[in-house]
């Protein structure tokens, strides 16, 4: 949980402010693009670094927004 001595924000602001983050530096459906249009495995470590360098954040920001918009279920349907 986030927390700054002489914080104004609660810790409901801080999360809503990362998803608001998280969805402005990586739309969802331009991930789904980019990894289908590069047939790319999430699961292997460089074609996530890949990723994340295109979208211009962290491996582990990156990482966190796979999880949350289901990634690995969309590539899983894309092999099928």
Request: proline share 2%; glycine share 2%.
């Amino acid at each position: 949980e986030y927390f700054h001595p002489g914080s104004t924000t609660t810790a409901q602001e801080e999360r809503e402010a990362n998803w608001f983050a998280e969805a402005l530096l990586m739309p969802e459906s331009l991930i789904k693009l980019y990894v289908d249009d590069r047939k790319m495995d999430i699961r292997d470590e460089f074609d996530l670094s890949m990723l994340a360098i295109a979208f211009g954040v962290s491996e582990q920001a990156m990482s966190i927004r796979a999880r949350t918009i289901n990634l690995l279920e969309f590539v899983d349907e894309l092999a099928d």
